[in-house]
T-cell receptor, first 117, second 108 residues
Framework: DTAVSQTPKYLVTQMGNDKSIKCEQNLGHDTMYWYKQDSKKFLKIMFSYNNKELIINETVPNRFSPKSPDKAHLNLHINSLELGDSAVYFC????????????????FGPGTRLTVL | ELKVEQNPLFLSMQEGKNYTIYCNYSTTSDRLYWYRQDPGKSLESLFVLLSNGAVKQEGRLMASLDTKARLSTLHITAAVHDLSATYFCAVASQKLVFGQGTRLTINP
């Protein structure tokens, strides 16, 4: 069984379009994340939800809006796509948030490669 | 703000040799992760280091953590081609901050 799954795996779209990426984890974890990996392989956190509540919101354009309908799902909607949004987006989950010893091993999804033309 | 720096960023080595990847970070943390990423793939967790002096080993890879020096090392012993990948360290505060990654190529 896949622990953290994402759909779609590849997404090719035109500038100005709106798109969504979905993520689901079956690990029973409380905390989920979205990361962006750019063309130079640099990984940066975008958002984190703990039990459906937003706990980390990095400096990300308002065009990006995460939604967590329940603690097993975290979706990412992107409005008015721009060329600079092209990247690989990874979803991840942990059994708790990172601070102190509450957090645990982090499991990553397979990634969604977004290409904006 | 927490900053994490890895070096080297690129490493090409021969099979059978030993080498070390370094991970320095700027502020206090008690949790450090090492990940492996193959081209076009996701991140695979290698080690979680939770305390000063922690050492973990898996096969030809050994990771250690010195929280006083704010330094972690990933040591590769007798490298084999299958270890070619990009290796990331990541340091936890209230979020996980990644190093730039070290692209390791092991030549036969």
């Amino acid at each position: 069984d896949t622990a953290v799954s994402q759909t779609p795996k590849y997404l090719v779209t035109q500038m100005g379009n709106d798109k969504s990426i979905k993520c689901e984890q079956n690990l029973g974890h409380d905390t989920m994340y979205w990361y962006k990996q750019d063309s130079k392989k640099f990984l940066k956190i975008m958002f984190s939800y703990n039990n459906k509540e937003l706990i980390i919101n990095e400096t990300v354009p308002n065009r990006f809006s995460p939604k967590s309908p329940d603690k097993a799902h975290l979706n990412l909607h992107i409005n008015s796509l721009e060329l600079g949004d092209s990247a690989v987006y990874f979803c991840a989950s942990t059994s708790g948030p990172f601070y102190g010893l509450a957090g645990g091993e982090q499991f990553f999804g397979p990634g969604t490669r977004l290409t904006v033309l | 703000e927490l900053k994490v720096e890895q070096n080297p960023l690129f490493l090409s080595m021969q099979e059978g040799k030993n080498y070390t990847i370094y991970c320095n970070y700027s502020t206090t943390s008690d949790r450090l992760y090492w990940y492996r990423q193959d081209p076009g793939k996701s991140l695979e967790s290698l080690f979680v280091l939770l305390s000063n002096g922690a050492v973990k080993q898996e096969g030809r890879l050994m990771a250690s953590l010195d929280t006083k020096a704010r330094l972690s090392t990933l040591h590769i012993t007798a490298a084999v081609h299958d270890l070619s990948a990009t290796y990331f360290c990541a340091v936890a505060s209230q979020k996980l901050v990644f190093g730039q990654g070290t692209r390791l190529t092991i030549n036969p």
